[in-house]
Each structure stands twice: as structure tokens, then as C-alpha cells.
């Protein structure tokens, strides 16, 4: 049994790096995202912003007696989040959930140093209601979070996603499109030797490019990674799995590669959008933020993103972590019973 | 000892009956050939045999029992259309078969009897039509199978492709190994196969050796005209006749008589040739159509 694992691995192994367009974007992908991003950033090009407010509906006299504010609140494209408390509201701008923070009722307002989109708010903010008293800018305590540092974990989750859904899914439909699974299927070769190897085989090609890339932006960026970098590879593990996973669940039975991209696009596009990989869901609907939460790469991000930017131990992630456990289990669970070697 | 029974084998597709109650046995080291045209049911009834399709009813045994988990150690398969795995050399796509089973061939001899030695560290996707075939039949033997299932192992070859695969054949035949093949091609039966079993619209219509066959349903000649011969010229003639695409074949057991006739008649026999009846007569016969209609 082991040696038809290892054959299967092998051979899949040798397709991937052997097939040099696919190999080359799979490691290119991510870098081009993040260099792509960071120059943007640098130039100023961001159009949403998001902007936090401390109680603004408690306090209605003072703030509306302020013109710079109610100009402000005008702005197009801002928008405005409202938090109980300066202490609840801080640590997302630290996060960069949030681009900048108001306290109304104080005068005051708070902005990360390092956020480009934060800079941008803050001059809208002060110029805002000419003439009129400014607001005081108050300094941000505890680490602030560099922009990138923020963005990079959502970068490689997404890269992962696309990686192990495609890259599994995709696969195993053309391969049973194309007949070789109907090859395979009179050999001793038993489902679950199949799947495991495919599984393996897309777990160690993510790990290998997910810590290469993960190398390269650390010279080029050179962030650092607060918590432990077992856990950051436990989840990141434990998240490709799951998607490998999905993506085995996709490609259970159909054999028409559209139809299996078309599924992969409606499941990819929503999560890479909702999984808070390019923006977070800071004041999003309380059903918007539901629905994130079924993807597993909005678990892994969040994970990744508070094991590298605040240490967190992944003792205090056990829920994300056994919703991918528990994911991963299902999507396999599932996979394996409706697999079927040929299109019937 | 028979290496293969197959009693009363039905298959049944949601609108269509594919295998209707077939029924042969195959003697251990012989060379056992499903002759029918395009759907016929040949590969619906060793996909069934094979394992790959599930039957509908009837009964098959290997070596005298079920088929249980050695059977799919024990058989070589050569599928019809099979793509090799992407961006592997004939050499690693060999050993990637072989170390699916317990028992491989030696290597060095599958190179040997499918004549890959020029193209094993070739990329699959640079070898020719006869060569992929090849490999594939390397594929099928990489276990040192006791029964191979060959499914029309030479379509789309050319001629000579076609005579270095009927070689193989051969050799493997000399190893002792059991040979089950499906063909559309009447001399690839006669020439390989010990027993065929002709098929049309899932039935085994008749079996037996081939030229008991031959003797026992086409004893006569075939006289083949090309010309352009009229229908009311030929609706006389005492012996059956068809109309095929290019030709007109007239089946008779008596030549001289016939050919009487068609000169009274005013026949044009300029591009005439006359012909021992041969299994594609027998089939016409049998169904009325022709084997690659």
C-alpha cells in the first residue's frame, strides 16, 4: 500500500514542477500580489476607507456642534464604524481593520504611522469644514502592526486557496476526463491510496512554496513573525488541508473541467473577498460576517494573522483551529464516499 | 483448464441493452477474440469482465471462482483510449504501473517484447501512435499477467504499426499468457485468435475457431464488382448479393454459374475480383451489415 502511495506522490510531484508554466505562477503569484500591493500603497491609490467612530450617537450635541466633523462625515467613499469605547475600537486600527479612529466627542482621533490608507483620512479629515477648530491627534499606543505585516498572511492563505483547490480539484477532473483515472481504477490501486497520495502530494508542494515565498517577502519586507513559527506552520498545515480537502470534495465526480471551474470560481471568489484577505468585514452586516465564517481561509487567515502580527499561542485559537480540523474531516469524509473513479 | 468462464452475462444501460446474456469460456494460454462492429457491446462486455462496469446479472469466474482482490493483480488491461500521465518518460510512466503491483515484470523484458528501447527516456507526449500504443501494452504486462485484455489494440494504426502489435501479440502468447482482444478488423481475428466469438447488438451470434467458422457458414467465393452494376441486372442471379459503399459483393458456391449469369446479363466485369470467403463475409452474412458499418 505504501509503495503505490509513494508512486502516486512521486508522479504527481514530478507533474507539478515538471509542468514549469504552472510551477512558475504558483510561486510568482504571490510575490507579484504583494509587490503589486505594496506600490499602490505607496502610491496613494486606495479609494475605500474605513473609518472608526467612539460613540457618536451618545454623544449628538457636542459632535454636531463641530463643522470639521460634519464636513467629514460627507465624505464619499469613508466609510464610518461606530464602537462603545476608545479600548474596543484601538486594537483594530493596530490591526488595520479600521484606517483611522474619531472621537467625536472629544476632539480627537487617532491614526496608525504606518498605514498609507490611514495618512490618506486623515488628510481628508483635516481639511474637512475649513476654518472650523481641528481635531487633536492623539498618538497610538502598544505595536503597531506595519501595513504589509497585516496584509501578507491574507496573501499567502489566498495563494494556498487558489493552490490546493485547483490544484487538486482541477486535477482529479481532468485526470478522470481524460481517462486515467479509468487506468488507475483496474490496478490494486484503492481509492483511498489514491486520495491520500493526492493529498500529500498537495501538502507538501504548498508548504515547500508557501515557506519560500513566506522567505523571500521576509528579506524583501523584512517583517517578523511575533508568535511561534510551529504554530504559524501547524495552521498554515492544518488550513491547506482542509482546502486540499474541499478541493477533493469538488472533484469527486465530475469529469467536465468547466463545470469544476465554474464551481471552484463561485467558491474561490467569495472567499477571497470575504475571508478578509484584502479588507476587513470591520462594520460589515451581521450576516455578511456570518457567512465568512463557513470558509475555512477566513480561519486560517485570521489565525496566521494573529500568530505573525500580536504572538497569539494557538491555545488561544482552539475554535478556528477545530473548525479546520472539523472541516478538513467532513470535506475528506465526504470526498471519499462520493469519489468515483470514472464519469458515469 | 478454462482461465476465464463468462455464463449469461447481461449489462443493461437506462435505454439500452449493451450485453444480452453472452456466455464463452477461454482455456488458459489461448488467444480469445470479441469480433463485432461499433457498438456492438465487445468493450461494455470486458469492461464488465475487467471490473470496471458493474453487471446487470450473470456470472464470471477466474480460475474457476469469483474474482477476488488477486484478480486485479493477476490481469493485464489495456483500456481503448488511455491518456499516459503528463510530463513523465516512457521509462518512469513503465515503473510508475510496475510499482502498483505486487508482482512486476522484469523490466528489461517488457522493454524487450514492446521494442520501446529508442524511446524510454522519451517524454510520453513525443511518442508516436504505434509507439504510445506500444507503451501501452508494456502497461498492460507490467505485472506479468496470467490474462490480458487487449481492447482494440490497433485501431488508427497503419498497416505496419499494426503488424509489429500483432507480433507482440504473438510473443506474449509464447509466454504461456491467456489474450483476450476485441477487434473491428477480420484479419487481425483470423491472425491472432484461436477462438472468436462475433458479436452484433450485444449477442454472440457465433463463436467457434476460424476456420471451422469459415467451413461451416462460408464455404464459397465472393465475387467483388466495382463498376457501376444496375440493380435490375443483378435482381436475377441465383446467389445473394450487396450493395456496399463502393462495391458490390456477390456471394456464391458456385463461381463458374455465377459468373454465366452476369455475362448474360450484361454485367461489367472489367474491374471484377473474386475472392475465399473470409470472416467479414461470414459477419455480412450473419447480420446483414457490414463490421464497420
Not at chain 1, 508522479?11 to 510561486?27: L, M, P, Q, T, V
Not at chain 1, 481639511?127 to 491574507?154: C, D, L, N, T
Not at chain 1, 471551474?261 to 460589515?284: D, K, Q
Not at chain 2, 465487445?42 to 469492461?47: A, P, Q, R, V
Request: charged residues 20%; contains cysteine.
Amino acid at each position: 500500500m505504501l509503495r503505490r502511495m509513494w508512486t502516486i506522490f512521486v508522479a504527481r510531484n514530478k507533474e507539478f514542477y515538471r509542468d514549469r508554466a504552472s510551477f512558475g505562477w504558483s510561486i510568482l503569484f504571490p510575490f507579484l500580489v504583494i509587490i503589486g500591493f505594496s506600490f499602490l500603497f505607496d502610491q496613494d491609490r486606495q479609494a475605500m476607507y474605513k473609518v472608526g467612530l467612539i460613540g457618536p450617537s451618545a454623544q449628538p450635541e457636542r459632535a454636531a456642534r463641530s463643522p470639521q466633523y460634519d464636513d467629514f462625515r460627507k465624505t464619499r467613499f469613508v466609510e464610518f464604524v461606530e464602537f462603545a469605547s476608545a479600548d474596543e475600537a484601538l486594537p483594530k486600527l493596530l490591526h488595520h481593520r479600521i484606517d483611522m479612529l474619531v472621537d467625536p466627542g472629544a476632539g480627537e482621533y487617532w491614526v496608525s504611522r504606518s498605514s498609507p490608507r490611514g495618512y490618506v483620512v486623515e488628510k481628508l479629515l483635516s481639511s474637512s469644514g475649513s476654518g472650523s477648530a481641528q481635531f487633536k491627534k492623539r498618538e497610538v499606543e502598544g505595536i503597531e502592526i506595519p501595513y504589509v505585516e497585516w496584509m501578507f498572511p491574507g496573501i499567502l492563505g489566498m495563494n494556498m486557496m487558489f493552490s490546493a483547490l485547483f490544484g487538486v480539484g482541477y486535477v482529479v477532473v481532468r485526470y478522470r476526463k481524460n481517462g486515467a483515472l479509468k487506468r488507475l481504477s483496474v490496478t490494486p490501486l484503492s481509492p483511498f491510496e489514491f486520495l491520500t497520495a493526492q493529498i500529500i502530494s498537495r501538502m507538501v508542494i504548498l508548504i515547500a512554496t508557501t515557506s519560500f515565498v513566506y522567505a523571500g517577502c521576509a528579506l524583501m519586507y523584512r517583517f517578523e513573525c511575533r508568535g511561534s513559527y510551529a504554530a504559524l506552520v501547524f495552521v498554515f498545515a492544518l488550513g491547506g488541508f482542509s482546502m486540499v480537502a474541499l478541493g477533493l470534495l469538488i472533484a469527486a465526480r465530475s469529469a467536465s473541467e468547466e463545470f469544476a471551474g465554474g464551481v471552484l470560481n463561485i467558491l474561490t471568489w467569495p472567499m477571497m473577498f470575504l475571508s478578509e484577505v484584502w479588507f476587513s468585514l470591520e462594520g460589515a452586516k451581521p450576516w455578511v460576517k456570518g457567512l465568512a465564517k463557513i470558509f475555512p481561509l477566513t480561519h486560517m487567515v485570521d489565525c496566521t494573522r494573529r500568530i505573525m502580527n500580536d504572538g497569539t499561542p494557538l491555545s488561544q485559537m482552539l475554535p478556528q483551529v477545530a473548525v479546520l480540523a472539523g472541516s478538513a474531516v467532513l470535506f475528506l469524509a465526504l470526498g471519499s464516499v462520493l469519489f468515483q473513479w470514472q464519469k458515469k | 483448464m478454462n482461465i476465464l468462464e463468462v455464463n449469461g452475462l447481461v449489462k443493461h444501460f437506462p435505454e439500452v441493452k449493451a450485453v444480452d446474456g453472452v456466455s464463452f469460456s477461454i482455456p488458459a494460454g489461448s488467444c480469445f477474440g470479441l469480433l463485432g462492429p461499433n457498438g456492438a457491446g465487445k468493450t461494455t462486455t470486458i469492461e464488465v469482465i475487467e471490473g470496471i462496469q458493474k453487471r446487470t446479472s450473470g456470472d464470471i469466474l477466474y480460475k474457476g471462482a469469483r474474482r477476488g482482490p488477486s484478480f486485479r493483480q493477476e490481469v493485464g488491461i489495456q483500456l481503448q483510449n488511455t491518456e499516459l500521465p503528463q510530463f513523465l518518460t516512457v521509462r518512469e510512466t513503465l515503473n510508475f504501473y510496475r510499482n502498483l503491483y505486487d508482482r512486476r515484470a522484469d523490466l528489461s523484458w517488457l522493454i524487450e517484447i514492446c521494442r520501446l528501447e529508442e524511446i524510454m527516456d522519451r517524454d510520453n507526449w513525443k511518442i508516436s501512435g504505434g509507439q504510445k500504443q506500444r507503451l501501452l501494452l508494456a502497461i498492460a504486462l507490467a505485472n506479468d499477467p496470467d490474462l490480458v485484455f487487449l481492447d482494440e489494440p490497433t485501431t488508427g494504426l497503419d498497416p505496419q504499426a499494426r503488424r509489429h502489435l500483432w507480433e507482440i501479440v504473438r510473443r506474449i502468447r509464447m509466454q504461456g499468457k491467456t489474450v483476450v482482444l476485441t477487434t473491428h478488423y477480420m484479419e487481425e481475428a483470423q491472425i491472432l485468435c484461436e477462438t472468436i466469438a462475433i458479436m452484433d447488438h450485444g449477442k454472440i451470434i457465433a463463436m467457434g475457431e476460424p476456420e471451422e467458422l469459415l467451413a461451416q457458414y462460408a464455404r464459397g467465393s465472393t465475387v467483388v464488382l466495382r463498376g457501376l452494376a444496375r440493380d435490375d441486372a443483378l435482381s436475377g442471379l441465383q446467389c445473394s448479393w450487396d450493395r456496399l459503399e463502393d462495391r458490390v459483393e456477390i456471394r456464391t458456391e458456385n463461381v463458374n454459374e455465377c459468373l454465366r449469369e452476369l455475362i448474360r446479363n450484361d454485367v461489367d466485369l472489367t474491374a471484377m475480383t473474386i475472392r475465399s470467403q473470409n470472416l467479414e463475409d461470414l459477419f455480412l452474412m450473419l447480420t446483414g451489415h457490414s463490421l464497420r458499418g
